[in-house]
């Protein structure tokens, strides 16, 4: 059945390109709309490119016929812009000031006159709205990572012959010779993904357990199991797994993907395994550590107080402060004694140009060749941006995106939506992405965190 869909100036200032996803429904944009995207078109940032994006879209559309009456769209929809619905009645605690409400009142005027009208928006309040005024409304899809990819751990645990178990490290297991089974003890064949791991289990012993990794149709012993980056040694086959894809050249794994809660050594071991990089194995793999947080966004500058940009985002950087302070020195008992030399340490590190720290709004449009690049809290990242972020990636340089889907700053942002999840459900498959997911048991922070992480 055909639909009218009434679109949220959230939808278009996210999705530019969201006027070409209703296949052959109607679109309405309410008068409003248009006005909050001429108060956004001179803004900085993507909030501004995307909101010019979007009014040029509609010029081309208005080039094609009349607006107010309706554009034939290429899907088979139409497109109209409703100025009327300006009579119609909201209840008297919905101030006609709001600019969601008279998005609400053209929704209300639209559903009076016959047909399935849908408002379609990013914002929850407005759905919730919507709803109590008894309107259908829905969050734009169209970027959702798909639900049956966001199940993918990156890691699986399966069972393997006797002979094939003892001769593992020498000569792998081909995939099709791993097994589960059911509750009820019958044999399944698991689904492998590329570069996903494998805990190993010999089906004559399941005590004995053996790490490793899909690489084309077998399963392959793990490369740098008994590395120590820069004296770290992994506490869980988690870790292992994390090393594992660290450790691995640009050329074999440009992108590494790792989600986990708070506590399970996700930055930490990152930066530990480039400074093993750039330090210690005279390699001259990467040039440089280069670390962004997406708190210091695509659309937001710097500001304008004194100092330079590395003193401007250097309170986002707290956290990598926190981790190289015990990468930096290991010695638990002494590390805080002289504070002062502990600080040298660290700003030498960044005096020297081993690691390096930008704002995100820096990064379009570079193109960032030989670099060991972290993207932490990536989870608040929009799908536009961490494919910004990974279609940068010169040669030689190596992208980690680390975060947590359940802990999201970001308005707009879920679980489903963010930048992390969605490049994971897409990038699922790909020969050059290698993702993991670590478990709330592998947190390695302290006791506390681990048991926070149960408990709350």
Known sequence: MRKTYVLDTNVLIQAPYALDCFED?????????LEELDGLKKAEGERGANARAAIRALEWHRCRGDLLEGVPLES????????????VRLPDSLSDSVQDNRILRVCKGLHEQGGQIVLVTKDILLRLKAQMLGLAAEDFTTEQAPENGMGYTGRIECYAPEARFRDFRKRGVP????????????????????NQFVVLHADQSNKKTQLGRVCGEKVVALEYIKRTPYGVKPRSAGQYFLQEALMQPAETAPLVIVRGMAGTAKTFYSLAVGLEKLLCEGQNEYRRILICRPNAQFDLDIGFLPGDEQEKISPLLRPVMDNLEQLIDSNDAERYRDEAALQDKIRE??????IQAEAMNFIRGRSIAQTYLIIDEAQNMT????????TRAGKGTKIILLGDPGQIDRPYLDERTNGLSYAAAHMQGSPLCWQLTLGAGECERSPLAMDAIHRL
């Not at 429904?25 to 309410?30: A, E, H, I, R, T």
């Not at 995939?175 to 689904?191: F, K, M, W």
Request: glycine share 10%; with cysteine.
């Open 349 to 354: 590190i960044f005096a020297r140009g081993i």
């Open 175 to 194: 995939c099709e010779e791993l097994y589960q089974t059911d509750e009820a003890g019958n044999v399944i064949r698991p689904s492998l993904t590329p």
């Open 76 to 87: 088979g929809g139409t497109l109209r812009v409703e100025s009327n619905c300006v009579d």
């Open 383 to 390: 799908p536009a941006q961490v494919k910004g972020v990974i």
């Open 25 to 33: 429904n109607d679109l309405v944009l309410p008068l409003a709309v």
